[in-house]
């Protein structure tokens, strides 16, 4: 039986679509093992297979992931279009901020996509471009459209996508379904025809695909609802605020959060005003929750 390597562009039901190295799509199912081991191949996932046709396939290994998000399920991601409504939801810079933490921590680039800018008025417009701004000088890829899903918008979308692996993110209402159908307005067509393909009739099981769009793959299912979990340490939150790290090697005091301490640099910058203040006031809110869940000892919860 002979052995191929590629990536997984399809899960759906125990089985596994991957397109192989020779151009190739197998359809495959993961070994026992895996199961045993508690191992789930996700889409993404490069792997290891062996195949007679086809349809008849068996992946053997996985390669090691450079990471893996839970919704969508979806390892080996590069970058996440972060779409991002000004209204209806309202803007909110902590949703904002926590999803470009959760971010930072697995190693996805990401990409701030503000939707519904039609609804603001020139003064609320005016706002939401200094805003725009203000992560810009962070060192963030910001797409503000004019009107929304504008052309010009729509085009630098499709210029990042080249080359890369791609989530679309966001919270519900904020439009990634809608930015992905005018990306490729045959879409819903595509997802549909795969879910006749395997006759599964109207009551699909939950799928996950990637799409091949400009050069590059999007998972076609938009995921991450909401943030409430930062996993790590309080002390290690400053390094997933990238400006903050540029300038934590100039703070008089190695190790410093930027919080209480003499000679920060992070807080010079903020007062003199080349830091967001609500980027500041996230951080904070961030490192207190954090703070909070840590095991408090009360003599009063004692039981007598």
């Known amino acids: 039986m002979a052995e191929y390597h590629g990536q997984i562009h399809l899960a759906l039901a125990g089985f596994y679509d991957v ?3 020779n151009g190739i799509m197998y359809r495959t199912r993961a070994r026992g093992n895996f199961r045993k081991r ?7 996932d490069w792997v290891t297979f062996s ?21 969508p399920p979806v390892a080996n991601v590069d ?20 999803q470009l933490v959760a971010l930072d921590e697995k190693g996805i680039e990401p990409v701030i996509y503000f939707t519904k ?13 200094t805003v725009a701004t203000g992560y810009q000088a962070a060192g ?11 052309i010009a918008s729509l085009e630098a979308v499709k210029g990042l996508l080249q080359d890369k692996l791609s ?3 966001g919270q519900t209402g904020a439009g990634k379904s809608t930015l992905l159908n005018h990306l490729l ?16 009739g109207k009551h699909t099981t939950r799928q996950v695909g990637l799409v091949s769009m400009f050069g590059g793959l999007v998972a076609d299912t938009p995921g991450f609802s909401s943030f409430e979990v930062f996993d790590m340490p309080a002390n290690e939150l400053t390094q997933h605020f990238r400006e903050f790290n540029r300038l934590a090697g100039q703070c008089r005091f190695r190790g410093c959060v930027h919080l209480n301490e003499p000679g920060c640099a992070v807080k010079a910058a903020l007062e003199a005003g080349e830091i967001m203040p609500s980027r500041y006031e996230n951080y904070k809110l961030f490192y207190d929750l954090i703070e909070g869940r840590r095991p408090v000892y009360n003599k009063h919860d004692k039981k007598h």
């Open 19 to 21: 397109l192989a190295d």
């Open 79 to 98: 970058q996440a279009f972060v779409v991002t409504a000004v209204r209806m939801p309202d803007w909110s810079s902590n949703l904002l901020d926590r």
């Open 117 to 129: 800018t039609d609804l603001l008025n020139d003064a609320e417009m005016d706002y939401m471009k």
């Open 38 to 44: 508690d191992v789930k191949p996700l889409v993404g």
């Open 185 to 200: 307005p045959d879409l819903d067509l595509a997802t549909g025809e795969v879910s006749k393909a395997l006759s599964r």
């Open 167 to 169: 989530v679309v993110m």
């Open 140 to 150: 963030f890829q910001v797409i503000l459209p004019a009107t929304a899903f504008d």
């Open 51 to 71: 195949a007679e046709t086809q349809k008849e396939g068996y992946i053997l290994a996985l390669d090691e992931r450079e990471n893996a998000l839970v919704r």
